[in-house]
């Protein structure tokens, strides 16, 4: 069964940083890797839908970003460790949310969240 695992979240004053990880467990034996599909980082905040953060592309890594969070957040992977990273920079209280993994692989896989508070 393939899952998604988050992780790197936490409190952190407003200005600072944080790198979420992403990463895919449970069926890597069959040669399952990330660097094959499109991820996503998503988030959602308390009494707010989910959005989109930011993704990445397979093979050739093009990457988009939500208006809000470009210039301060990027997505990058790394193949050798099949993780997919996002950084984030200059963190805002606004930035608090639980932020989720996805790729899409027949349907759609979602990791658990990791919750990232900004307090200012």
């Known amino acids: 069964q393939l899952q998604l695992v988050e992780s790197g979240g936490g409190l952190v004053q407003a200005g600072g940083s944080l790198r979420l990880s992403c990463a895919a467990s449970?069926?890597?034996?069959?040669?399952?890797?990330?660097?094959?599909?499109?991820v996503g980082w998503f988030r959602q905040a308390p009494g707010k839908e989910r959005e989109a953060v930011s993704c990445?592309?397979?093979?050739?890594?093009?990457?988009n970003s939500a208006d809000s969070v470009k210039g301060r957040f990027t997505i990058f992977r790394d193949n050798a460790r099949d993780i997919v990273y996002l950084q984030m920079n200059s963190l805002k209280p606004e930035d608090t949310a639980v932020y989720y993994c996805h790729i899409h692989r027949y349907t759609d896989y979602w990791g658990q969240g990791t919750q990232v508070t900004v307090s200012s």
């Open positions: 449970g069926f890597t034996a069959s040669g399952f890797h990330l660097d094959y599909y499109a």
């Open positions: 990445i592309g397979p093979t050739d890594d093009a990457t």
